[in-house]
């Protein structure tokens, strides 16, 4: 049932996060309260709205091939976790020398960097299994340490 209501949360990120940015900054919270209360287990495994989606629809599409292994290695990883820091701190940079940044820019952010790493996601499981994305996102990696 949490994994259900957490793809829907994804699906309606994806689909409504540029109209109502705060989604984005809801997400971030609540990201935030499960790794307070349950850690990276409980978070990656049934409360990630991408993972779930993942688990819940994709896989239904996923051919369940294995990835290739230089994928989840700490290479990969210090890779996708510098261009995403490199992506989030340009925007952020970018939207508080235009004028600030507020939550709603926060979730603008947010969103945008959720459909890049989705563009990388959906395929990836489309051609290997449907959680290969998992294996190096900067999110469930850092949660790890």
Same mark, same amino acid.
């Given at each position: 049932?949490?994994?259900? =209501?957490? &793809?829907?949360?994804?699906?309606?990120?994806?689909?409504? !996060?540029?109209?109502?940015?705060?989604?984005?900054?809801?997400?971030?919270?609540?990201? =935030?309260?499960?790794?307070?209360?349950? !850690?990276?287990?409980?978070?990656? *495994?049934?409360?990630?709205?991408? !993972?779930? %989606?993942?688990?819940?629809?994709?896989?239904?599409?996923?051919?369940?091939?294995? *990835?290739?292994?230089?994928?989840?290695?700490?290479?990969?990883?210090?890779? *996708?976790?510098?261009?995403?820091?490199?992506? %989030?701190?340009?925007? *952020?940079?970018? &939207?508080? &020398?235009?004028?600030?940044?507020?939550?709603? =820019?926060? =979730? %603008?952010?947010?969103?945008?960097?959720?459909?890049?790493?989705?563009?990388?996601?959906?395929?990836? !499981?489309?051609?290997?299994?449907?959680?290969?994305?998992?294996? %190096?996102?900067?999110?469930?990696?850092?949660?790890?340490?």
């Amino acid at each position: 049932m949490i994994k259900w =209501g957490s &793809a829907l949360l994804y699906v309606t990120m994806m689909g409504l !996060g540029w109209r109502y940015p705060l989604l984005g900054t809801s997400l971030l919270l609540l990201m =935030g309260s499960v790794v307070l209360l349950g !850690g990276r287990r409980k978070w990656c *495994a049934s409360a990630c709205p991408r !993972g779930s %989606f993942l688990d819940v629809i994709w896989s239904r599409l996923s051919p369940r091939r294995p *990835a290739p292994r230089w994928l989840g290695t700490w290479r990969t990883y210090l890779v *996708a976790l510098s261009l995403f820091v490199l992506a %989030f701190s340009t925007q *952020a940079y970018l &939207a508080y &020398a235009s004028g600030g940044l507020d939550l709603r =820019g926060l =979730g %603008f952010i947010f969103w945008r960097m959720c459909v890049v790493s989705s563009l990388i996601a959906l395929p990836l !499981g489309l051609w290997y299994n449907h959680r290969t994305w998992c294996s %190096f996102c900067p999110v469930g990696r850092l949660l790890r340490l």
